[in-house]
């Protein structure tokens, strides 16, 4: 089986990296190439590279994670790609469930499990991720991607579908682009990472914004796209009705409180979405 690259994009975010790569570094085989691509960081990397003095570290100066994985693909050799985040924390058995599953599918999604990084209660943004967050399989299974922070492929696939584009959900497009070429995807519950929650309201909205922003860039921009792009701005208050039976009945919530505050989250997101969505609409932009 061919040595794979594991391609981590990173800006200011060094305390979740180091935590990523305490668990990552320890199942790394020999011969495997892992890259760090730092986004023009403000923070030092100092103690990053005083703990893994071996580890490649580039900077990609264009901002964005696209931009930064794309510079990973360039920057190894390996025929295998294993695309993480920084944030992640990777399972124990992650880099060699990756190598058994990279040989069965052209493009493999895996499981991002949601954890807390502070003790309870839950915020709601908290409570909402919990419920919200990362249902990678769904949007594999449903929605024909699969994010890029556990996301497995090979260089030929990655080649052939083009980079990630920046400034538009860049896995939704990449995967549809991989999907529309005949590559398959799948998803493997057995490939697990962790990722936090955003902690509070400020930090799910930076998150939403981010993606509303990147979904109206893959919906397009012409006059009737931007009007059914209208209309799903109005319908986004309706919806969080929809799905209010899965904040009611989630297991990964405990008590009133924290269904009450996540209710409350899903309604009032869902509104801000309708407002910014409007504007899209509105203005192409």
């Given at each position: 089986?061919?040595d794979?690259?594991?391609?981590?994009p990173?800006?200011?975010d060094?305390?979740?990296?180091?935590?990523?790569l305490?668990?990552?570094?320890?199942?790394?085989?020999?011969?495997?190439e892992?890259?760090v691509?730092?986004?023009?960081?403000?923070?030092?990397?100092?103690?990053?590279r005083?703990?893994?003095?071996d580890?490649?570290?580039?900077?990609?100066?264009?901002?964005?994670?696209?931009?930064?994985?794309?510079?990973?693909?360039v920057?190894?050799?390996a025929?295998?790609?294993?695309?993480?985040?920084?944030?992640?924390?990777?399972?124990?058995?992650?880099?060699?469930?990756?190598?058994?599953?990279?040989a069965?599918?052209d493009?493999?999604g895996?499981?991002?499990?949601?954890f807390d990084?502070?003790?309870?209660?839950?915020t709601?943004?908290q409570?909402?991720?919990?419920v919200?967050?990362?249902?990678?399989?769904?949007?594999?299974e449903?929605?024909?991607?699969s994010?890029t922070?556990n996301?497995?492929?090979?260089?030929?696939?990655?080649?052939a579908?083009?980079?990630?584009i920046?400034?538009?959900?860049?896995?939704?497009?990449?995967?549809?682009?991989?999907?529309?070429l005949?590559?398959?995807?799948?998803?493997?519950p057995?490939l697990?990472?962790?990722?936090?929650s955003?902690?509070?309201?400020?930090a799910?909205?930076?998150?939403?914004?981010?993606?509303?922003e990147?979904?109206?860039g893959?919906?397009?921009?012409?006059?009737?796209?931007?009007?059914?792009?209208?209309?799903?701005?109005?319908?986004?208050p309706f919806?969080?009705?929809v799905?209010l039976?899965?904040?009611l009945?989630?297991?990964?919530l405990?008590?009133?409180?924290?269904?009450?505050r996540?209710?409350?989250?899903?309604?009032?997101?869902?509104?801000?979405?309708m407002?910014?969505?409007?504007?899209?609409?509105?203005?192409g932009?």
């Amino acid at each position: 089986m061919p040595d794979p690259a594991v391609i981590i994009p990173h800006y200011n975010d060094t305390k979740r990296l180091i935590k990523c790569l305490h668990s990552l570094m320890p199942q790394v085989a020999s011969g495997a190439e892992v890259v760090v691509i730092d986004n023009g960081s403000t923070d030092s990397l100092d103690q990053i590279r005083a703990l893994w003095p071996d580890l490649r570290i580039v900077t990609e100066a264009r901002k964005g994670a696209a931009n930064a994985r794309n510079r990973g693909v360039v920057e190894t050799t390996a025929e295998t790609l294993f695309f993480l985040d920084c944030d992640c924390i990777p399972a124990p058995d992650w880099f060699a469930t990756a190598m058994t599953l990279a040989a069965t599918a052209d493009v493999t999604g895996g499981r991002i499990d949601v954890f807390d990084e502070t003790p309870p209660p839950r915020t709601g943004a908290q409570a909402f991720e919990a419920v919200f967050a990362f249902d990678n399989r769904a949007y594999v299974e449903t929605k024909g991607f699969s994010v890029t922070a556990n996301l497995l492929t090979r260089r030929d696939v990655f080649e052939a579908t083009g980079p990630f584009i920046h400034g538009l959900s860049e896995d939704l497009d990449w995967c549809r682009r991989a999907t529309a070429l005949g590559y398959r995807l799948v998803y493997a519950p057995e490939l697990r990472v962790s990722h936090p929650s955003r902690g509070d309201w400020p930090a799910l909205v930076r998150k939403w914004r981010r993606l509303t922003e990147e979904s109206f860039g893959v919906n397009g921009r012409g006059a009737v796209a931007r009007a059914k792009w209208g209309f799903r701005a109005l319908a986004m208050p309706f919806s969080s009705l929809v799905h209010l039976p899965r904040v009611l009945t989630s297991p990964a919530l405990s008590g009133p409180g924290e269904r009450l505050r996540a209710a409350v989250t899903l309604f009032r997101l869902r509104v801000l979405r309708m407002y910014w969505m409007l504007g899209q609409a509105l203005r192409g932009r």
